[in-house]
């Protein structure tokens, strides 16, 4: 998740924020040896807040991480978002690409959605018994 008002960067950002290659980025520990802390910890693509990357360039003391109550404006990427609806991960992916899910907003190559379009979203699906499915099973007339 990416609370509201932070700007989120990627590795290959951070890097030219500090003046140094992705290489001796990767080599060197990344963003262990810089003391950063990813804003969406154990993902395929780490995101970091660009205060605290600036801070670290200007050998300034680690700001934290902001610690927020749940905003409507916070972005939320499709692993925040199969926990919120209590589903896998790929269902997600497969409503982003059909289409049940829309509204993406793309921060350094990442999909995101914002807390509020996926409650509205989710609040206009329709709900059980509304439609779909088979056909009841019809009851054997008694008269036959």
């Known amino acids: 998740m990416i609370p509201r008002d932070t700007h989120a960067v990627d590795a290959q950002a951070a890097c030219q924020i500090l003046g140094?290659?992705?290489?001796?980025?990767h080599n060197t520990g990344g963003a262990t040896r810089f003391e950063l802390t990813p804003l969406n910890p154990g993902r395929r693509k780490p995101l970091y807040d660009q205060r605290?990357?600036?801070?670290?360039?200007?050998?300034?003391?680690?700001?934290?991480?902001?610690?927020?109550p749940p905003h409507p404006d916070d972005l939320l990427d499709d692993l925040?978002?199969?926990?919120?609806?209590?589903?896998?991960?790929?269902?997600?992916?497969?409503?982003?690409?059909?289409?049940?899910?829309?509204?993406?907003?793309?921060?350094?190559?990442?999909?995101?959605?914002?807390?509020?379009?996926?409650?509205?979203q989710i609040a206009a699906r329709p709900g059980k018994g509304v439609g779909g499915g088979r056909p009841r099973k019809q009851a054997a007339s008694p008269a036959e």
């Open 80 to 120: 925040d978002i199969a926990e919120i609806l209590a589903v896998q991960y790929v269902t997600v992916r497969k409503d982003r690409a059909d289409g049940r899910l829309t509204g993406w907003i793309q921060v350094c190559g990442v999909h995101h959605l914002t807390r509020a379009k996926l409650a509205s």
């Open 20 to 25: 140094i290659s992705y290489k001796s980025w």
């Open 52 to 68: 605290q990357v600036e801070a670290a360039r200007d050998h300034r003391a680690i700001p934290p991480l902001p610690s927020r």
